[in-house]
Each structure stands twice: as structure tokens, then as C-alpha cells.
Antibody, heavy 125, light 108 residues
Framework: EVQLVESGGGLVQPGGSLRLSCAASGFTVSSNYMSWVRQAPGKGLEWVSVIYSGGSTYYADSVKGRFTISRDNSKNTLYLQMNSLRAEDTAVYYC???????????????????WGQGTLVTVSS | EIVMTQSPATLSVSPGERATLSCRASQSVSSNLAWYQQKPGQAPRLLIY???TRATGIPARFSGSGSGTEFTLTISSLQSEDFAVYYCQQYNNWPPYSFGQGTKLEIK
């Protein structure tokens, strides 16, 4: 069964750091495009970052320079290192696999399936 | 950045009736549009991709249509489990991927 399980969320003070993890099962993280998507309380969905199978990474402007996406192939796990956290980063963070039809996905032309259950990050003093 | 606008924000429909949800893109996204369902406390679930292709395991009462800038998600004969928030997402112009603000489908 294909599954994603996030962990690492919690309460952190403004300016602090946190690292989120997303453990995958049923497929290989390093062979897929993997994204983080967040949802502020009561709000909609916002794409945050992607790491491609080749290792290239991209970020939303709102987190560029503060967040770093990475993966550990031996643990089949995706990470999001979040530094210089702000109140507006408060959200549920989901990891998701980018999916496509046909044999090969193209960068930036994919939907998200499956999603993890999410982990809540609260930035507050 | 492409802006996705969903309407209405809230839709009240009785069980057994049809629901029609709209999603508009600020510029053409061709057929590169997906729909998701999200229930309280749960992650989004993929319903539709390619504007009209149902994802694996999605009931036939869910259908998507449209291309370019105007898209529709139709749920025929609403079941109790269909009351949720629905989001559209474009994947034609990236970065970034962009989502609509959501339509809440509630019981009338």
C-alpha cells in the first residue's frame, strides 16, 4: 500500500527552526517527484516546495531562503527543514507525491496523489 | 502566477440532488486541472485530473469538465459522504502550482 506519514510538527517560537519528516512506504521517494503543501488554519492549500528525482529543488517565494527540502534514500524519507520561522508559517504541512499519466512526469505538470495525513506547525511566542 | 477562483464559496444542496462547482483560471491552463476533496481533519484526496479523468476508486457520480479557463466539477445524486470542501489545482504554469480557495459543499 502506498502511504505517506509526516512527523515533526509542533510549537516553535518566531525565528526558530523545525524539521519535518515524511516517511514513505509502497514506493521509492528518490524515484519520484515529492512536494510539500501547507494549509493555514481555516485556509486553502499552498504549494511550498518540490524535490525531483534528479535532486533539483524548487521553492515558493514565501519560503525561499528559509526552507530546505531534502530526502534520505536509505530511509525512504522526505524532509523539510524550516528556519527563521514566522507566524504566517503556521499551518498543517502535507507531503505529497506528484503524479502523472503515462510513463514519465514532467516538471511542473503534475497533480498530487497520495497525500500524507499532515503535521501541524504552530509559530507563536 | 495563475490565480484560481472557485465559486461559490459555499454551496448548500440536499442529499440526492446534483451539485455543480466552478473553477476559473486567470489565464488558460489547457486541461491541466485537478480536483480534490477534503473532509475535516483529513488530507485532500484526488478526485479528478486532466480536467475530466476520475482518479482510481472515485465513484462515477463525480465528473469534471472544461478546458482553458473555465472548469466544472459535477456531483450527481449527492451522498452524505460527499459533503466536504473541494479544491481545484492548476498544473499548467509552474512555479508555483496554484489552488483555488475552495468550495464548501454543505447539507441543505
Amino acid at each position: 500500500e502506498v502511504q505517506l506519514v509526516e512527523s515533526g510538527g509542533g510549537l516553535v517560537q518566531p525565528g526558530g527552526s523545525l524539521r519535518l519528516s515524511c516517511a514513505a512506504s509502497g514506493f521509492t521517494v528518490s524515484s519520484n517527484y515529492m512536494s510539500w503543501v501547507r494549509q493555514a488554519p481555516g485556509k486553502g492549500l499552498e504549494w511550498v516546495s518540490v524535490i525531483y528525482s534528479g535532486g533539483s529543488t524548487y521553492y515558493a517565494d514565501s519560503v525561499k531562503g528559509r526552507f530546505t527540502i531534502s530526502r534520505d534514500n536509505s530511509k525512504n524519507t522526505l524532509y523539510l527543514q524550516m528556519n527563521s520561522l514566522r507566524a504566517e508559517d503556521t499551518a498543517v504541512y502535507y507531503c505529497a507525491r506528484e503524479s502523472c499519466s503515462g510513463g514519465s512526469c514532467y516538471r511542473g505538470h503534475n497533480w498530487f496523489d497520495p497525500w500524507g495525513q499532515g503535521t501541524l506547525v504552530t509559530v507563536s511566542s | 502566477e495563475i490565480v484560481m477562483t472557485q465559486s461559490p464559496a459555499t454551496l448548500s444542496v440536499s442529499p440526492g440532488e446534483r451539485a455543480t462547482l466552478s473553477c476559473r483560471a486567470s489565464q488558460s491552463v489547457s486541461s491541466n486541472l485537478a480536483w480534490y476533496q477534503q473532509k475535516p481533519g483529513q488530507a485532500p484526496r484526488l478526485l479528478i485530473y486532466g480536467a475530466s479523468t476520475r482518479a482510481t476508486g472515485i465513484p462515477a457520480r463525480f465528473s469534471g469538465s472544461g478546458s482553458g479557463t473555465e472548469f466544472t466539477l459535477t456531483i450527481s445524486s449527492l451522498q452524505s459522504e460527499d459533503f466536504a470542501v473541494y479544491y481545484c489545482q492548476q498544473y499548467n504554469n509552474w512555479p508555483p502550482y496554484s489552488f483555488g480557495q475552495g468550495t464548501k459543499l454543505e447539507i441543505k
